[in-house]
């Protein structure tokens, strides 16, 4: 699966969009980019997740740049409760050959 | 409730103890997961089972010894554990294997004393 790079962290206004940040320069053609965040003491919860086109969920919306270099995952309201490490992660969709790995994510902190 | 209930929640052990960590999941899935988190590293996978097989072993210590009696029901048994495998523990499920959309419980704050 291809390495993602995000930034260890961000901070973002209350009320203001957090737009966060991935790397992918060496996503395959069958790999989707997915999204999942940890809120503190909670499991990793799914987001989002795409191929080519954009995508808008109750959640988030993502964005894949057209030669999916890299996306951003969009907060369009952030509240305090989107407070959490934000995992960014590239896998075939439907893969037999690895597990879901999870890297170091982005930390953003929601700020009243 | 994610529909991955993790019981207990908080655990705390000493280092002759044996203990079990369960995970339940009644969301129809046919593969379960252990991941071990420590304090501030990623998410290490740590073991796999689609359809009651272990798939997945990431080289864990023998100390760790996973169960999976059926679909639904994931164990974790603990035995001479160390200070450093406090953590917590995640356990997930998803259709199978192969699928990339896992369902996590809130995890089992491990200490080792």
């Known amino acids: 699966d291809a390495k993602t790079t995000q930034p260890p962290s961000m901070d973002c206004a209350e009320g203001r969009a957090a737009n966060l940040p991935c790397n992918h320069s060496?996503?395959?053609?069958?790999?989707?980019v997915y999204w999942y965040r940890q809120i503190h003491s909670q499991g990793p919860q799914y987001i989002i997740h795409?191929?080519?086109n954009n995508e808008t969920n109750e959640m988030a919306s993502l964005i894949i740049t057209e030669d999916r270099k890299s996306s951003t995952l969009i907060l369009p309201h952030a509240t305090l409760r989107d407070t959490a490490v934000y995992y960014c992660?590239?896998?075939?969709?439907?893969?037999?050959?690895?597990?879901?790995?999870f890297g170091k994510g982005t930390r953003l902190s929601v700020i009243a | 409730e994610t529909g991955v209930t993790q019981t207990p929640r908080h655990l705390v052990m000493g280092m002759t103890n044996k203990k079990s960590l369960k995970c339940e999941q009644h969301?129809?899935?046919?593969?379960m997961y252990w991941y071990k988190q420590s304090a501030k590293k990623p998410l290490e996978l740590m073991f796999v089972?689609?359809?009651?097989?272990?798939?997945e072993n990431n080289s864990v210590p023998s100390r760790f010894s996973p169960e999976c009696p059926n679909s639904s029901h994931l164990f974790l048994h603990l035995h001479t554990l160390q200070p450093e495998d406090s953590a917590l523990y995640l356990c997930?499920?998803?259709?199978?294997?192969?699928?990339?959309?896992?369902?996590f419980g809130n995890g089992t704050r491990l200490t080792v004393t």
């Open positions: 997930a499920s998803s259709q199978d294997s192969r699928d990339s959309l896992l369902i």
């Open positions: 060496t996503i395959s053609g069958n790999e989707y």
């Open positions: 795409g191929l080519k």
């Open positions: 992660i590239v896998r075939v969709a439907y893969s037999g050959n690895t597990p879901l790995v």
């Open positions: 969301l129809g899935h046919n593969a």
């Open positions: 089972y689609n359809f009651k097989e272990q798939t």
